[in-house]
């Protein structure tokens, strides 16, 4: 019934929308249409005022804060389409990383706030599928690899705004698909290449009168550059529109089935004799996920319209992953298995003893788990344009509400060791498959039912001062109810709740096109996830989130962010145009959550860890001719912990006797580079063939499991990118891409792993715990793009 109420919310649009019938001129779309043809476009530098919601846009020059827009002609800049390499190389302050070490499922680093794929990393971003809430509801995790590059229309990516809800304490990025309206025509792509890379996809749409439909599928497969590495990714988009002059209402659909084996992490010594070489495997990763949404845009009145949006999505994961064995061999108990180095009896579901395997081992753990969610939710809001006083002003205010149901499950078994491709193997390898259940809850199977509800009421106001003045005032109030279930006992059972109300003001004055300022401060929060309070016990430490205990609550993050800057346009000549900014951010957040380790080895838990800082600067240059286009942006980012708290780090070799390490102020956030670079070319050589180039660099940064900053950080690296295409004709476009042209060999995430746990027998005595993710070497892609 819950549900059914939520999408009755948007019927009240519908009298009007009959009424909207009597006059069938279309309207002219809110920007125009994109048709199939070639093009070649660099990031634009331009500024927009977004909302969660559609339709609801403030004058760009009038926004107080950094924001980066980036188009669908960016998407296949390098010539096959991919929105996450338009992040990578195009967006000032981002940097994708992978723990996983998949190409499809990577940390998007945002001023060292992170969305991330990966239970275990506390999420600092907010995404948005048009006007959806994006972020996974039982960890706030973003998978990546469930939107479809085509479809992308635009994507926006907001500094500090309160009104953009939980998780936004870094930024959020905005993703706008295309639809029938701004889309026509008919394209496919196909392309291959290195790591047996297979692809293709095509994307259709068509206005008829006041309709309009746009369809996208597409498919890859990749066997990757790391041994046990592929994707195989399917996906589908689809829109259904209609509007008149006073209206517009859209139904889409985003479907995919994705299928993923990512390495992870690898010890240096291993890396040093083969790059190609996985420490523990397989690692398998599927992810099944269908949106259906409603959304619509009204106008009531010549100042005053209102738009609104309905959901609902289900979203099935199942990792598995194969471990260092926390069991073995018990220390004076013969026959049996124990926890490691102890004589505590390993047990199965039935309270027995565990047997020891034939043949006395070697022996691994096979970590499963199971995320079933359904999550549905409503939005609406009103936007009005009425001066005030004579003066310009624009307020959106509205409400919202995201509801979730999810089954978690998840499961250790003990299986063997393969000593032939030094892998690990599902249990299926051990008799019966063996399922442990420690009688003290430390390694059980759990069952947990989760139900939040996240209810936000917000608003913004822009208010024009004088003609180059604005003022800016916005806040939003966020509550959190998150219920627990455990279906196997009541030790995960409880019920949190958490709520703040988030300010924000800004001013913007343009002095003209070539020169404006702005300046902003806004406070932010994000509530601990329904992964987080479940595992918050140092005494009961978790594999990544994969096992809950019941804790008491944690406190919910709060930031504080100033940001500040200049911006403008120049004209050197008529056919040539230069977008520069200088743009300033300082964040501090209060009771910051981190996932910190425990003394098992691969087990953590989530505490608060006192304040942080992330604070810097983003410095960008764009120049755009007849035949030029060309960027460059650095980042320069100061993350820091401003709290004094122990850690335990045991493979650490800086660590205490005990294995702890000290984290005091002023020590780096691991994973984040102080330097970011990245420039871009793209040169018309003549009127049929293009040739191009684009390039990222990053300083070091510290491991993870090094917060204290005692160990030598992670290299830097720098990576160069040449792409070509060639227009054969008005519909056929031949496109090349070589990534890692000069075979830099770069490390993407580091930490440590347990070595001595596992023998490889080309570096039988390898003893160094550093432990990296390495990049791809050196790759080349070619493919065809069709378009009518």
């Known amino acids: 019934m819950k549900r059914v109420a939520l999408l009755g919310v948007l019927w009240l649009l519908l009298p009007r929308l009959a009424w909207a019938q009597l006059d069938l001129s279309p309207t002219p779309p809110t920007s125009a249409p994109t048709e199939a043809q070639p093009s070649v476009a660099l990031p634009p530098v331009e500024i927009i005022g977004a909302t969660p919601l559609l339709g609801s846009g403030v004058d760009r020059s009038k926004v107080p804060s950094q924001n980066q827009v980036f188009t669908n002609q960016d998407v296949t800049l390098q010539g096959p389409p991919s929105y996450l390499n338009t992040m990578q190389y195009q967006a000032q302050g981002v940097q994708l990383d992978s723990a996983a070490g998949g190409p499809f499922q990577p940390d998007l680093s945002y001023h060292g706030f992170l969305a991330s794929p990966l239970q275990g990393t506390p999420q600092g971003i907010a995404v948005y599928l048009n006007g959806v809430r994006f972020n996974s509801p039982f960890g706030d995790t973003v998978n990546f690899d469930l939107i479809p590059d085509s479809a992308i229309d635009t994507m926006n990516l907001v500094g500090g705004n309160p009104t953009f809800g939980l998780n936004a304490l870094g930024g959020s990025l905005s993703i706008q698909m295309k639809n029938g309206f701004t889309f026509h025509g008919f394209e496919a792509d196909a392309y291959g290449g290195s790591f047996s890379q297979a692809g293709g ?66 010890p240096v010594q291993w890396l040093a004799v083969d790059p190609r070489a996985q420490f523990t495997g397989p690692s398998p990763i599927s992810n099944s996920y269908a949106l259906i949404s409603l959304n619509g845009n009204i106008q009531l009145n010549d100042t005053t319209s209102l738009q609104a949006v309905t959901y609902y999505d289900y979203f099935l994961q199942r990792v598995g992953n194969g471990d260092v064995a926390d069991f073995g061999p018990c220390n004076t108990i013969s026959g049996f298995l124990c926890e490691v180095g102890t004589d505590t009896l390993a047990t199965d579901r039935n309270g027995n003893s565990i047997p020891a395997f034939d043949g006395a081992g070697p022996y691994s753990d096979w970590d499963s788990q199971t995320t079933n969610t359904n999550g549905y939710g409503v939005a609406l809001q009103v936007t009005n344009k009425n001066e005030i006083f004579g003066h310009g002003n624009q307020v959106t205010a509205g409400v919202s509400f995201d509801g979730s149901s999810t089954l978690f499950g998840a499961t250790t078994g003990i299986g063997g060791l393969d000593n032939v491709s030094e892998n690990f193997i599902g249990p299926s390898f051990a008799p019966n498959g063996v399922i442990v259940d420690q009688a003290d809850g430390t390694d059980s199977p759990v069952r947990l039912g989760v139900s939040t509800a996240y209810y936000g009421a917000y608003f913004t106001d822009t208010f024009d001062i004088t003609q180059r003045l604005s003022a800016n005032v916005s806040g939003r109030f966020n509550a959190e109810q998150i219920d627990l279930n455990d279906m196997l006992g009541t030790g995960l059972s409880g019920n949190h709740s958490f709520s703040h109300f988030n300010p924000g003001v800004g001013l913007t004055y343009r002095l003209n096109p070539a020169f404006s300022v702005y300046a902003s401060y806004s406070i932010s929060n994000r509530a601990p996830t329904p992964a987080e309070l479940s595992c918050a016990s140092p005494s009961s430490p978790c594999s990544l989130a994969n096992f809950f205990t019941g804790d008491p609550n944690l406190k919910q993050v709060v930031g504080h962010t100033i940001e500040a800057g200049f911006r403008g346009t120049l004209t050197p000549f008529p056919t040539a145009k230069v977008d520069w900014n200088l743009s300033l951010f300082h964040t501090n957040l209060d009771d910051d959550i981190a996932f910190v380790q425990s003394v098992v080895l691969g087990r953590g838990f989530f505490q608060n860890v006192g304040a942080t800082q992330r604070q810097g600067f983003d410095a960008g240059l764009n120049f755009r001719s007849k035949r030029w286009l060309a960027y460059i942006n650095y980042t320069y980012t100061d993350a820091t912990f401003q709290s004094t708290f122990e850690e335990s780090s045991p493979l650490n070799p800086f660590a205490d006797a005990n294995g702890n390490i000290l984290v005091q102020p002023g020590d780096h956030l691991p994973g984040v580079p102080t330097h970011l670079v990245k420039f871009g070319v793209q040169y018309k050589a003549t009127d049929k063939w293009t040739v191009g180039a684009t390039a990222i660099g990053a300083s070091s940064q510290y491991l993870f499991g090094d917060e204290a900053n005692l160990d030598k950080p992670l290299p830097g690296y720098f990576v160069l990118n040449l792409n070509t295409s060639y227009q054969v004709t008005k519909n056929v476009q031949l496109f090349g891409l070589v990534q890692n042209v000069t075979n830099a060999t770069y490390y993407i995430y580091g930490t440590y792993s347990p070595t001595s746990s596992v023998t490889f027998f080309p570096a039988p005595n390898a003893s160094n715990t550093r432990s990296y993710n390495i990049g791809a070497p050196i790759a080349g892609f070619a493919g065809i793009r069709v378009r009518f």
């Open 201 to 266: 996809g095509f994307q259709y749409g068509k206005q008829s009168g006041n309709t309009a439909f746009y369809i996208a599928a597409s498919g890859l497969t990749e066997g990757g550059w790391r041994d046990f590495q592929y994707s195989r990714l399917k996906q589908l988009y689809a829109d259904i529109g209609w509007r008149s002059n006073i209206a517009e209402v859209h139904l889409n659909i985003d479907v995919a089935d994705n299928t993923l084996e990512a390495p992870g992490t690898t």
